[in-house]
């Protein structure tokens, strides 16, 4: 250890009381920020799974342009081989072959326009929530029959149930007219207004029939495990569409525009609360730094005195600065550490959670995203922060006159 080290960590504890409040301070700031980073990341992951897998999936293959503009007619050939050739090269994901169209939905009392997704029944569960919404009747079940699965608010709105019929009306992919004759077989509760009003689901068979599609579909949907395997995933998807310069690869950004500005302005508004409690810290070590000055201005003005520069003491007061940061980055660090860890294994949730959750098909905990980045963001601005209340403390000896300074008492 150097001399300044040395001088500077014994005059830290020269009031050992003084250091272990201010450290103790840091310390609970640090573990703090630790958890709540840790903790919101972690709910962002599950807000996007969530979104993600209530329909979307988190990578789909469309025909190009068809995400900006959907039409019928703007549709991949030979959809359900293609889906089946995916299956084989991402064995670790769940795909489903899809097509959308618009049409009259008419009961016997009233008629409303729709939009009707042709779906796989058999592998529809693995990339939506909504097979496991169905609140009064069952799923879809099979790929040719005319069965169809419609929204709680669309029932309400028809003024029908599971069992009755409903007509659908609309244009066939080559213009013809596209007409059929389906029988409610279930109804589903999304807690989505706007999906349980115009939303309802077709076995993918029928759909092409009714459409004229001629095998054709609009959309393959991907689901994983993790937003960690969207890369690797992507990059697999592009290989197997290959040679085919009419189809392209989406991700959850291009599928989601909005979710992603809405998370960087959730994270940014959590900064301002953040903030305070860092300001708060800082303030906390200029008040002990300063105090810690101004107590031995009589010494430094001696020392001074004897030839040693004011940088050099000022300097040394940076340096105590530091070794208490030091500390309290830490000791933080490593309880914060223990305690996302914890969170992530046990999970996380409040009164109520699970239930509002179970209702809607989803997970009823969020679990904390360990990582670097979330463990080191927090204590470092903190770190940053109490070097920078360090200043003028240090400053105040720059401009220390040393007579003056040994005729304080």
């Known amino acids: 250890m150097t001399l300044n080290l040395r001088m500077a960590w014994r005059n830290l504890w020269r009031h050992k009381r003084r250091t272990w409040l201010t450290a103790t301070a840091m310390i609970f700031s ?9 903790l919101q990341l972690g709910s962002y992951d599950m807000m996007i799974n969530n979104t993600l897998q209530a329909f979307s999936g988190h990578l789909q293959v469309q025909r190009t342009g068809y995400n900006e503009n959907p039409k019928l007619r703007t549709s991949m050939e030979s959809i359900r081989p293609l889906a089946n050739r995916l299956r084989q090269a991402l064995p670790q994901a769940r795909v489903t072959a899809r097509a959308e169209g618009f049409v009259l939905a008419s009961s016997e009392q009233r008629s409303f326009g729709i ?17 496991g919404l169905v609140r009064r009747g069952r799923y879809l079940q099979n790929s040719n029959v005319p069965e169809i699965v419609i929204g709680a608010v669309m029932a309400k709105n028809l003024k029908i149930d599971t069992g009755d019929e409903l007509t659908l009306l609309g244009s066939g992919r080559d213009g013809s007219f596209a ?40 959309s393959i949907a991907i689901a994983l495990d993790s937003l960690d395997q969207i890369g690797v995933a992507h990059a697999t998807a592009e290989s197997v569409i290959a040679g085919s310069g009419q ?17 960087q302005a959730d994270f940014s508004s959590a900064w301002f609360m ?54 309290g980055l830490i000791i933080g660090v490593f309880l914060g550490w223990l305690v996302a860890l914890y969170f992530n294994t046990a ?3 409040y009164p109520g959670m699970e239930e ?19 463990m080191m963001l927090g ?7 109490c070097m920078l209340a360090s200043i003028y403390p240090a400053l105040r000896l720059l401009r220390l006159q040393p007579v003056e300074a040994m005729r304080t008492v």
């Open 247 to 263: 189809l392209a690869v989406l991700d959850w950004n291009a599928l989601h525009p909005g979710l992603q500005q809405a998370i």
């Open 356 to 374: 509002m959750t179970e209702r809607f098909n989803l997970p009823g905990a969020m679990y904390p995203a360990v990582s670097v980045f979330s």
């Open 179 to 218: 007409a059929g004759v389906l029988t409610v077989v279930g109804v589903f509760e999304s807690g989505n207004q706007a999906m349980d009003r115009s939303f309802a689901e077709i076995p993918l068979g029928y759909f092409q029939d009714m459409f004229t599609m001629d095998g054709h579909g609009h």
């Open 30 to 38: 640090n573990v703090l920020l630790v958890f709540m980073i840790s």
């Open 347 to 349: 999970g996380f949730s």
């Open 115 to 131: 939009q009707v997704i042709g779906v796989q029944p058999e592998y529809e569960a693995g990339v939506s929530t909504i097979p």
């Open 274 to 327: 953040y903030g305070v409690l860092i300001i708060l810290v800082a303030f906390s070590v200029l008040n002990t730094q300063l105090m810690s000055v101004l107590e031995r201005t009589r010494e430094f003005g001696v020392i001074t005195a004897l030839g040693i520069k004011p940088r050099k003491l000022a300097s040394l007061v940076m340096l105590e600065t530091t070794l208490m940061a030091l500390i």
């Open 379 to 385: 204590p470092s601005v903190v770190f940053l922060f």
